[in-house]
């Protein structure tokens, strides 16, 4: 067992968490608006963005992952939360951004647990603004059969990003 206590910051952050997991989200809002964000971890920013984004305040979310993946302790998965919460609110560009800086990220430590989704996410998007190129190029680090949820429309493979690439 560790020796280390929880700060105030990271208690009061956890128990946020559990209030808008279980559907208190007013109670969960209130208990965040009282952490000084300035002072917080990267980790603790972590569970503040999810705070927001369960109880439905995206662009706080949006926000609070951008100041994450600005630092210099941005892990593997910071960057796709990022991209997926800017998907969520429609902002594509700045979303296709982030996904190619995962997977940069996961190339760099040579870390794929978020490779496969970032990359039919990233493919989708791309399709979609009609950078068919590019798509392909993100396409050909993926098995056949990979795919992944996207919110909005549904499971998505590799082989569903080709036939429209088609």
Known sequence: MSNTKSSPETKALRSALKLAKN??????????????????STDDLRTLALVHSYCGRESEAEQTWESICARADVG???CYMLASTQIS???SAPAIDNLQRE???SDSR?????????????A?????????????DVLKRLGDSEGTYIHGVGQVTKRDLLAKLG
């Open 76 to 78: 593997i998965g910071d």
């Open 103 to 105: 997977i940069a990220t």
């Open 89 to 91: 609110l429609g902002h």
């Open 110 to 122: 040579g870390d794929v647990s978020y490779l496969s989704v970032s990359a039919i996410n990233l």
């Open 23 to 40: 559907g208190s989200f007013d109670e969960a809002q209130a208990m965040v608006a009282q952490v000084e964000r300035e002072l917080l």
């Open 124 to 136: 989708f998007l791309l399709v979609g603004k009609g950078r068919k190129a590019e798509a392909l």
